[in-house]
């Protein structure tokens, strides 16, 4: 959306629910028995429909429900299929998921998400109270993940140029409400959370593999040498398919932009890729007018960081005449096979003439 339509969107549905949901709660009281709600509750709008204005009313809300549900299920499906592309370009999930067809679609990420829902209709036999109950526990957590990751902008990216600005007393009062409806649906049915976990856990396993996937070759390498030493099995085969792929995921360059941080500064961000990235190559880039504009002692320090964390090849270029920008990104990205979202920048300040989504998937990393 333009800027500025977003909170116009969250305004109107605001006033939008805030309307409905207790004229329809108010409806639901003078027409139908309490007694009578709970039989009615799988489509309960349709069968107030069928009461108050006839069956043709009750037939346009199921219509209605229907063009509803299936928006949001193709929603779903883009919603997913961006999510899931940007995390594997972020290599946390296998770049099986990144295979296209020939009309640039990602098939494997929308057929494997299609599996998924119907294993979900499957295991909970299409009844709706418990589709419901699965959707609101996956909801709630996902709402409770937006309450954290806004705290964590607060502490780690307090100076990070936004738009809007949430209230720590805000997002603390919305955080605790989200968990105490979420630790409520747990309690009213276990067994729905029991499925939730069943789809979560695996997920977190795959996540938790991708991100030590090194540390788990290194120690398939460690256990191949050790049998071969130990009973003499011809695992050389094994072992240099293991190393070759060690070698192939370390491979990867990564791109840090630097506008002459100080020493602790692009410390910092080495320590990040060494913590959080599976490469020994990062490129270290700084932008001038003119090479006499390149900040003295910068080389030096590149250096000195070359020899306190030789396992990285760290190699500086200066690259005058050109200004930072989203063209540059794209071009630079070509140019080095390096895709955006591996390359990094520090905090900008308030004067930044972009915003980091217009960056192409620059991340921010300190």
């Not at 949430?166 to 309690?187: D, Q």
């Amino acid at each position: 959306q333009k800027e500025g339509v977003f909170p116009k969107t969250l305004r109107n549905m605001w006033v939008a629910v805030s309307f409905f949901n207790p004229v329809i709660a108010l409806l639901a009281l003078a027409l139908v028995p309490i007694a009578a709600v709970k039989g009615e509750q799988n489509a309960f709008l349709a069968y107030l429909g069928n009461l108050s204005g006839g069956p043709w009313l009750g037939m346009l809300i199921s219509i209605d429900a229907v063009l509803v549900l299936s928006g949001a299920v193709l929603t779903s499906f883009v919603g997913v299929t961006g999510l899931v592309r940007r995390i594997t370009l972020d290599r946390i999930l296998p770049r099986f998921f990144l295979k296209t067809n020939r009309r640039e679609t990602s098939h494997r990420i929308i057929i494997g998400f299609f599996l998924l829902t119907v294993s979900v209709l499957l295991i909970t036999k299409g009844d709706l109270k418990a589709l419901a109950g699965v959707y609101t526990i996956s909801f709630l957590s996902v709402m409770i993940l937006f309450g954290i990751g806004n705290v964590l902008l607060k502490v780690k990216r307090g100076r990070l140029p936004r738009p809007t600005r949430a209230h720590w007393f805000s997002v603390l009062i919305a955080s605790l409400a989200v968990l105490f409806g979420l630790i409520g649906n747990i309690k009213m049915n276990p067994a729905y959370f029991y499925i939730f976990l069943e789809y979560f856990l695996p997920a977190v396993l795959i996540v938790l593999i991708m991100l030590n996937r090194i540390w788990l070759l290194k120690a398939i390498l460690f256990t191949t040498r050790s049998f071969l030493r130990t009973f003499g099995l011809p695992l050389a085969s094994l072992r240099h398919k293991v190393r070759r792929k060690i070698e192939q995921i370390n491979s990867q360059q990564l791109v840090f932009f630097t506008k002459g941080d100080s020493l602790a500064k692009l410390n910092q961000a080495m320590l990040y890729v060494i913590d959080n990235e599976h490469t020994n190559r990062i490129k270290i880039v700084t932008i001038v007018k003119d090479s006499n504009e390149v900040p003295s002692g910068l080389q030096e320090d590149l250096e000195f960081l070359d020899e306190a964390y030789p396992e990285v090849d760290i190699e500086f270029v200066v690259l005058e005449g050109v200004t930072f920008g989203p063209k540059l990104i794209q071009d630079l990205s070509k140019e080095w096979n390096v895709p955006p979202n591996l390359m990094f920048i520090g905090s900008p300040g308030n004067h930044f003439l972009y915003g980091l989504a217009e960056l192409g998937g620059v991340r921010l990393i300190i």
